[in-house]
């Protein structure tokens, strides 16, 4: 029971991983560079950006495509096979398709918050907190996406309190790993 919930959650959160991984390759080759406006397009409170120019309309478009992409494979494609079939926590192929992309990219605008925030408290983009709300805000540097992801998904897939339990295992373990590995690909302006 417990496996196939560990493996089930898992399962659920492979198209963030696509779209990671497209947003990812965007920044590396500069595709949709049209789309790299930030999206507080420079506007400020207080003397600071809102937003700041990390956060750009192609990341909320091209995690929300990369999502679909991946949503759409497990949902048409990897359905058909009995064994991915068996791990998915409800019926993929009777939700619906456009799901993968909204969750993907209401995942990725619910990092907004944080970097408000963190502009609030002159903390740069792709910098860290110094200080006890280091840990606070490497926390929520993880764990942010999940929120956005949740609100959207629950609607479809019981979030159940051991689904969240384990969806923030596999995120808080899985993200810091791609956010090197981006930085060391080029995908990623820091490793952080």
Known sequence: MLLREVIGTAYLLLPLLGGAVLHGLCLRYGWLGFLARPIDAGRTLGGKPLFGHSKTLRGPLAVAAGSATVWAVQRTLLHRFGAFAEIELVDLASLPGWLGALAGGVAELTELPNSFVKRRLGIA????????????????????????????????????????????????????????????????????
């Open 125 to 192: 983009a792709g910098a860290t907190a110094r200080g006890p709300l280091s840990v606070l805000f490497y926390l929520w540097d993880q764990l942010d996406v999940l929120l956005g992801f949740w609100l959207v998904v629950a609607w479809f897939v019981p979030a159940t309190p051991l689904r969240i339990a384990l969806s923030i295992v596999i995120v808080g373990g899985i993200h810091p790993l791609l956010t090197v590995a981006g930085y060391l690909l080029g995908m990623r302006p820091t490793p952080r």
